[in-house]
């Protein structure tokens, strides 16, 4: 049974940095695509940073990038997204989330398994 658990949320004021952390098990991470999606509220969800498991490619969404790094551990199981510059505009609950197909999307539909969020919280 796969099961991704995020941590590492919590609240900041607007300039500061935050590591989220996603720990997959049952889940071979080698392969297919990882992703950090967040939601605010009243909105949809959307994603933010996506990697291939590989290690081989990294895409961001334009209002994150620079700002947002992802990056994983094989051999931990582990995905990381590196949040600096925060804003309160990132104010949000982050998930985390697998795809078990062989590529990277930003659709939410393209990923079967999520875990169960993280709430980061930026004031001005």
């Known amino acids: 049974q796969v099961q991704l658990v995020e941590s590492g949320g919590g609240s900041v004021q607007a300039g500061g940095s935050l590591t989220l952390s996603c720990a997959a098990s049952?889940?071979?991470?080698?392969?297919?695509?990882m992703g950090w999606f967040r939601q605010r509220s009243s909105t949809e969800r959307e994603g933010v940073a996506l990697?291939?498991?590989?290690?081989?490619?990294?895409s961001y969404v334009a209002s994150v990038k620079g700002r947002f790094t992802i990056s994983l551990d094989n051999a931990k199981n582990m995905v990381y997204l590196q949040i600096h510059s925060l804003k309160p505009e990132d104010t949000a609950m982050y998930y985390c989330?697998?795809?078990?197909?062989?590529?990277?999307?930003?659709?939410?539909?393209?990923?079967?398994?999520w875990g169960q969020g993280t709430q980061v919280n930026v004031s001005s």
């Open positions: 990697i291939w498991m590989d290690g081989r490619a990294t």
């Open positions: 989330a697998a795809s078990t197909k062989d590529f990277c999307t930003w659709g939410v539909s393209g990923y079967s398994y």
């Open positions: 049952g889940y071979t991470t080698t392969g297919n695509c």
